[in-house]
């Protein structure tokens, strides 16, 4: 018999812990606490557990801490909390890709804002750290952590029905079903274009989201690629009156590759398949256009429940819904077709074959467009997206740089063709999806005019995610394990001031878990940074904090020595310890002139070869955990990447979950990931006046996330953090 809560288990060890997760995914029960922690298992079938009823029950319970350990409980703790206690909140999701943390995102949102029509009286413990269970793998399934994330903002979504008008729904036969309708239902509700409420609005950002932010992976049919930070702002009254959405990480290096099992942003191919008559005639799609006309969406064969065609529709009403008008939804589509189009342009060694056929040799030779069907490309890309195409060719396959006082024009070799092509097509989606994060953020602070309060300074004090910085590529790359552990963290956020004006916020972060591929790159080692400073943060709130209780109250209890944390603060040294951790210097390596990934990997070695967490050179063993990656760029082609990489290239470091080897090669392209200079100044001059003003300044979020000189990782990281 499975046991919800784990503190009455007489023994609590790994194996216990992972028998009981198997006995409640066997009993149908997904949810288990632990004092602080709320468990969350992706059951990869539907159970009924989100609905008008459940909801009700935790929004009208006196103590919803009394009740079985849900999702819901999680976020009626923390509106209670904001209310009673007047301190903003803080929730976060963690776990590995599948678990389902996203999802019970949006189901607390919807009861949150559900709550705060009253104030709610008693505040039992709110809480739920993470940890993660490895079970057996399991099929691919859709993410299961975006799941959470989304059950968080259905409940708190759900809050702007006052607790008395949900009461005397729930006291009247059927009278739920048409109080919380909205909250549940698929279909948008019948109202003008843009005229949605709030809470509707919110959960319809949803769709977005998804469409532009997930792909599928190995082992998640519909994973979400990049980290966020949502925030609900409350007046003194508990109402909810606006949202804040930030992005981390976008993994933007799945624009122009993704492994052989896995597809590219769902956007991209909602395009190809949903398009008008019209459309693909505007944006150069065949009447018959399918995603396998393009480079960067192969291969890209649809699975059992994918409809393209229907997440089109979805994305349609979406932006509807928030008020996005038929000229901008057409600038979007313009953009993504430019990106796929763009894609398409071969290049090859002057004089020589295609791009692949000898690419040793003809990387030395000038870039040259692959033929008729690359010129084709660029024309079409060009008109898409306002561009000249003579300039767009010379911006592919030449670079503009200054040389004492004058300015000379250089070509590119294949190479650097190659890679100036993907990170034109990266820029672009990057910037869309930054436009679009920010274009929802604008939908969700409509109702909120004359009411919206300065931010909040201690937002960051909660959790520390600065040095990962935003609009990040990460990596193609397929789940190694399909643990099936998710979880939730709750808490005060450290003691931070509330909101200027009264206004009280509850904070969502929503972020990768743990990765461990069989290829991995800068991107992973990025997100394990992160998760290694959430792990710390895990172990202060659950085990250090619970020691601390105890002594206070004159509880004598043994005193327990964490290892695992002492591990873990030599792993966070060893990655951003000043002067010689890892991303230090990789930060100083991308600024000087002559640097290289070779160089940096000696100054790993000469640094901390003697160090206990790390290691150099290794033995890879590839295996079923590194699945094909399709690679754009750096030999030339489309390759597959056959086994593991060379030992002399690899480094290991020793995290809390597992020892990870990273692959050296392009730490320093992806951490500065440049764009042309002849490129970005073309796209501030682009006729569409859309792509023009993406490109004009530097985009305000990106602007604070990324200082100069625009590195993925800087020096001065460490500082922010604090």
Not at 307 to 313: E, F, I, L, R, V
Not at 433 to 445: A, D, N, P, Q, T
Request: hydrophobic share 40%; aromatic share 6%; proline share 5%.
């Amino acid at each position: 018999m499975a046991t919800r809560d784990l503190t009455t288990m007489s023994v609590l060890d790994e194996s216990a812990l992972t028998t009981n997760m198997r006995a409640m995914l066997d009993d149908g029960v997904i949810y288990a606490r632990s004092g602080q922690l709320l468990i969350s298992l992706n059951p990869f079938r539907p159970l009924a557990l989100y609905n008008e009823e459940t909801l009700l029950e935790y929004r009208t319970a006196p103590n919803p801490a009394s009740l079985q350990p849900h999702i819901y409980g999680v976020a009626a703790e923390a509106h209670a909390r904001l209310i009673d206690r007047g301190r903003s909140q803080t929730i976060i999701i963690s776990g590995e890709s599948g678990t389902g943390k996203t999802e019970n995102v949006r189901r607390a949102h919807a009861e949150r804002r559900r709550r705060s029509g009253a104030r709610r009286r008693g505040s039992a413990p709110y809480c739920s750290p993470r940890a993660r269970v490895p079970l057996t793998r399991r099929p691919a399934a859709p993410s299961a952590r975006r799941a959470q994330a989304k059950y968080v903002m259905q409940y708190l979504a759900s809050t702007v029905i006052p607790k008395d008008a949900a009461q005397a729904a729930q006291a009247s036969e059927g009278g739920a079903l048409g109080l919380l309708s909205s909250f549940f239902s698929s279909k948008p509700s019948n109202v003008a274009s843009g005229s949605t409420s709030l809470h509707e609005r919110l959960l319809r950002s949803n769709p977005l989201l998804e469409a532009f932010g997930c792909a599928r992976t190995a082992h998640n049919a519909n994973s979400s690629r990049y980290g966020k930070f949502i925030e609900l702002r409350f007046g003194r009254t508990g109402k909810l009156s606006e949202c804040r959405l930030t992005t981390y990480l976008l993994e933007k290096s799945r624009v122009v590759s993704h492994g052989s099992a896995e597809r590219s942003y769902t956007a991209l191919y909602a395009l190809c398949a949903g398009a008008s008559r019209a459309e693909r005639s505007t944006l150069s799609l065949a009447p018959s256009s399918a995603a396998e006309a393009f480079v960067y969406l192969q291969p890209c064969a649809l699975r059992a429940g994918e409809d393209d065609s229907a997440t089109m529709a979805t994305v349609r009403d979406a932006f509807e819904r928030l008020g996005v008008g038929a000229a901008e939804q057409a600038d979007v589509l313009a953009v993504l077709a430019g990106v796929l189009h763009l894609g398409n342009v071969a290049v090859r060694a002057s004089g020589g074959a295609a791009a692949g056929a000898d690419a040793a040799a003809d990387d030395e030779s000038e870039a040259a467009l692959a033929g008729e069907p690359a010129k084709k490309a660029v024309r079409t890309a060009g008109a898409i997206l306002g561009l000249d195409e003579a300039q767009l060719t010379d911006g592919l396959l030449s670079q503009t740089m200054r040389a004492g006082a004058e300015w000379v024009t250089r070509a590119h070799r294949l190479s650097e063709a190659e890679a100036a092509r993907d990170a034109l097509a990266k820029a672009l989606y990057a910037r869309l999806f930054s436009w679009l994060v920010r274009r929802i953020s604008e939908s969700l602070r409509a109702d909120s005019a004359g009411s919206r309060a300065s931010d909040v300074g201690g937002r960051a004090s909660t959790v520390s995610l600065t040095s990962p910085r935003a609009g990040a590529p990460a990596p193609p790359s397929p789940r190694a394990a399909g643990a099936d552990g998710g979880v939730a963290l709750g808490g005060s956020n450290g003691g931070a001031p509330s909101a200027a004006g009264g206004e009280l916020f509850i904070g969502i972060i929503d972020i990768f878990g743990f990765e461990h591929f069989g290829i991995n790159s800068l991107e992973q080692l990025l997100i394990n940074y992160a998760n290694e400073k959430l792990q710390r943060l895990f172990v202060q709130c659950v085990f250090v904090e619970a020691q601390r209780q105890y002594a206070e109250q004159g509880v004598t209890v043994e005193h327990v020595d964490f290892v695992g944390a002492r591990d873990g603060e030599q792993t966070i040294a060893l990655l951003d310890g000043r002067p010689a951790g890892v991303l230090p210097l990789l930060a100083e390596e991308c600024v000087l002139r002559n640097g290289s990934d070779d160089a940096l990997l000696a100054k790993l070695a000469r640094e901390h070869r003697a160090h206990a967490r790390f290691a150099l050179p290794l033995d890879k063993a590839g295996g079923a955990d590194g699945a094909q990656r399709v690679s754009r760029g750096g030999g030339g082609g489309v390759a597959a990447a056959a086994g593991a990489p060379p030992r002399e290239s690899t480094f290991r470091i020793v995290h809390f979950a597992h020892a990870v080897d990273y692959t050296i090669g392009g730490f320093l392209g992806k951490n500065k990931d440049p764009l042309n200079q002849n490129l970005a100044v073309l796209l501030q001059k682009s006729k569409r006046p859309f792509l023009a003003a993406l490109f004009s300044a530097e985009p305000a979020d990106e602007a604070v996330a990324r200082p100069p000189p625009c590195l993925l990782y800087t020096s001065d990281a460490a500082d922010e953090e604090d």
